[in-house]
């Protein structure tokens, strides 16, 4: 009998373990359901920070905010990679017109880059030099995460302007759009966030300041 007993209660640990994993992963999920629901692309708000959330717990708005940040950086560095690529592929050949195009939407994503790390930097300063920083900190998110995903938007209407080819039309015009979608989705992380920062803080908002 006592031969049984040892594989069962292995079994039994075993089920367990699943069990309390699973409980954990669908918690997880819940709650960054309730997090995403005011994102424009919940779907793809709640696949973008589900792999952190489920490793590490239930992280707070501003850690989801910082999150959902550093993914759209990822991505725009990405597309960023691509496009010089496409760009040096088109030097190469006489589509001096279609290169320009995507000169330009090049300069637009580098852009787009260097608002987004300066937004992460401004991002994690919030909380740490003072409350009477966080109005400015706050704008200053706002506008270049804002100027980001403008320049996504400007760059896939140039591309589809010029017409370049098909193929690397459609796997730039995908990769722009997922930077615009994340970059929204940061933006409205971050909002979620600020405004529970606010209410914890007393923080009044500007237009009720003035």
Same mark, same amino acid.
């Given at each position: 009998?006592?031969?049984?007993?040892?594989? &069962?209660? $292995?079994?039994?640990?075993?089920?367990?373990?699943?069990? !309390?994993?699973?409980?954990?992963?669908s918690r997880a999920r819940m709650y960054l359901e309730l997090q995403c629901r005011s994102?424009?692309?919940?779907? &793809?708000? $709640?696949?973008?920070?589900?792999?952190?959330?489920?490793? !590490?717990g239930l992280p707070s708005p501003q850690l989801l905010a910082q999150i959902s940040l550093a993914s759209c950086l990822t991505k725009a560095r990405f597309t960023k990679t691509y496009l010089s690529m496409v760009a040096k592929k088109l030097n190469e050949t006489e589509n001096s017109g279609n290169n320009q195009a995507v000169e330009e939407c090049l300069r637009q994503i580098n852009d787009g880059v260097n608002q987004i790390t300066q937004s992460f930097k401004e991002l994690q300063q919030i909380g740490k030099d003072g409350d009477e920083n966080f109005v400015w900190h706050e704008s200053n998110v706002q506008t270049w995460v804002s100027a980001a995903l403008t320049d996504a938007m400007a760059c896939i209407d140039g591309i589809l302007v010029?017409?370049?080819?098909?193929?690397?039309?459609?796997?730039?015009?995908?990769?722009?759009?997922?930077?615009?979608?994340?970059?929204?989705?940061?933006?409205?992380?971050f909002s979620r966030f600020t405004t529970r920062y606010r209410a914890s803080r007393g923080i009044k908002n500007p237009e009720i300041l003035s």
């Open positions: 009998m006592a031969h049984f007993v040892l594989p &069962l209660l $292995v079994i039994f640990v075993t089920i367990l373990g699943f069990s !309390t994993i699973v409980e954990s992963r994102a424009l692309y919940p779907d &793809l708000c $709640v696949q973008t920070l589900f792999p952190y959330v489920s490793k !590490t010029e017409g370049i080819g098909r193929r690397e039309q459609a796997m730039i015009k995908a990769r722009l759009l997922n930077v615009k979608q994340l970059a929204s989705n940061s933006l409205a992380m």
